[in-house]
DNA sequence: TGTTAGCACTCAAAGATCATGAGTGCTAAT
DNA sequence: ATTAGCACTCATGATCTTTGAGTGCTAACA
């Protein structure tokens, strides 16, 4: 247990760091308004806060920095619930008012204010098709020989694909097909969707349509495909302007990651409700070690949705950050919820 | 006019400096097996060379480097037609021949191919929208209040927009109106869409609908939507292997570049046939003006869809990239023409 | 006359040396 | 318990030196 001046100390410190990103030294905190004691006491706590591990010294004449277990302690126990910046509250609840209708736009500006107000990168995982429900199929014909296959799940979400029909399957068995389909498997869940034309239409598609199969194959594909679109990312270039970040491999090394939705998805997957803050090395990945990435999930009545996600340097406003992603998934959970009504 | 050994000393100094990045010297020059002269008699052509502009010397002990203008000689008259490499040939014609029958997936892999072969990076401006023509519209209800439109183009474009119906329009309304276009707007180029309906349909729609407009209002705005969907880069990453960009903030000025999609279309557009060399400040734009940018249209029976671009530093294998580009859009545009037949 | 060997000269880049000053740790006074 | 004072440390930036790749010029040569 840290004692209260100690605490008061370490507070100052990191939020000095944060803003500078140097070394903070004993007559810098002691020139606070909030600190009352000399350089040379604030000092002496500096050397016990290093035994402990809650800060660091680069070089024997430097002044401290704080430990990831700093940011940890921080973020844990001395974080205060500041108040948003009114100029940042007016802006999310400006977007939101704006009459928005599709989910996707709707993600794609939270992640864009996100990222302009954090100026952090910011990443956003859409809702899973998976738990998306069958409104409609339909398949038009371009010529004879291709086509469109069109799917709408319940929440407004189109997919397509174009395919060419194989030799021996004529328009009109596919048009009865879809039919069928349309009828028996409306509010079905997508994932399900193969397995019940298996289950339960085998006999009756068997029996009226010839090859049906393969549009079953590209629909499958489709629903296969999609899992990439619901990565959301903006502001990619705001960590360039943070000065842990000049060396240029190192920022190769994180643009590349972006690029790899499995990795995206494994470092920003959570379903812990509320804000949740990963420091340093706790990331399970080499790459983001000097990163901190705080996440939130957004969700309709205790459904998870999907996450939103601030990726930055360690030294982080973490507290500007949570607050904001507060405000922000709270926000954008309630007005899903009246899209999806 | 250059005598011919001057020419030989040229290319081999633009060879030697796209290859390793550093100012070549005259023995460098003197020890290549297609050149059979002396560092000294290099030398001398080599101060000729400058005098004229084809190279320049970053500071007195220093080798020569090309100039623009080098460069710019090197496209126009010295560099031959290279083989491409049979690895890199065969990649392209296995892209081509594996069965693609999304337009947009074959767009997407072609840049992938091209910015993964040439290590720069690639841009691509799909088809524009403006010639595609009205194959099928569709109006899919969600529920009371909303509904997603569907919008299909004889190349099998998708584009979709959910909406809000608003108070006092019907659904049967909606489907009746659109059962109409169906009829009447098949075949229409989308952006006369608009204009047909006033001038053609306004009185039956007039008699037969209530409040058509607010549908026509979502259908312009999912086209006018849709020319930011033109752009695919890939390998925007690869630049930051080039030892040009070592500099963060020049890195992020290329970056932003890239996420402003007018300045791309205004850089990377072009209507000529061929592949078109825009070596450094002939450029428009200053923050490309160490950069060179190659590009090809590509086409259907003499119909521009879009163009393929690649950006890299000046200091580009011309010969590489030029060849690949060639090969590139004369199979990409053969392929589409397979599938739009 | 065109080509090449030789040599003095130039200058960026990398290493070595030095001064500066921010910041510490310790001790003694308050 | 707190703070003033002081000697000590060490990264940073400035200045100087060395090194070597490369040039330009001149004179010898084919």
Chains 1, 2 share one sequence.
Do not use: W
């Amino acid at each position: 247990m840290l004692a209260e001046r100690q605490k008061q100390i370490l507070k100052a410190i990191i939020e000095e760091y944060v803003v500078h990103a140097e070394p903070v030294g004993s007559r810098t905190i002691s020139k606070r308004d909030d600190i009352g004691y000399s350089a040379a006491t604030v000092r002496n706590e500096m050397a016990d806060l290093e035994d402990l591990g809650f800060v660091e010294q680069p070089h024997t004449s430097a002044g401290r920095i704080p430990s990831q277990m700093g940011y940890r302690y921080y973020v844990d126990n001395l974080m205060g619930p500041q108040r948003l910046e009114r100029t940042d509250l007016l802006q999310v609840r400006e977007l939101f008012a704006s009459q928005m209708d599709a989910v996707e736009l709707t993600i794609q500006q939270t992640g864009s204010i996100l990222s302009r107000l954090t100026n952090y990168t910011s990443i956003i995982l859409g809702p899973e098709a998976i738990h998306n429900k069958l409104k409609h199929l339909q398949v038009i014909p371009l010529n004879e020989r291709s086509a469109v296959a069109i799917v709408v799940s319940d929440n407004g979400h189109v997919d397509q694909r174009r395919f060419t029909v194989p030799d021996g399957v004529s328009l009109s068995s596919i048009e009865k097909l879809v039919n069928i389909l349309n009828v028996k498997l409306s509010g079905v869940p997508l994932v399900r969707l193969k397995r019940n034309v298996y289950q339960e239409l085998f006999a009756e598609l068997d029996r009226h349509v010839e090859q049906y199969e393969f549009l079953l194959g590209v629909i499958d594909q489709m629903l296969l495909a999609d899992t990439d679109d619901r990565i959301f990312t903006s502001g990619t270039t705001n960590i360039l302007t943070q000065p842990e970040f000049t060396d240029v491999t190192q920022v190769k090394a994180l643009m590349d990651l972006f690029e790899q939705t499995d990795t995206v998805t494994k470092l920003f997957a959570t379903n812990n409700a509320g804000v949740q803050v990963r420091i340093g090395e706790e990331n399970s990945i080499a790459t983001v070690n000097n990163c901190s990435i705080v996440t939130a999930s957004f969700s309709i009545d205790g459904r998870s949705l999907g996450t939103v996600g601030v990726l930055g340097p360690t030294r982080m406003d973490y507290n500007k950050v949570v607050s904001l992603m507060q405000v922000l998934t709270t926000d954008l959970s309630e007005h899903l919820r009246q899209l999806y009504k």
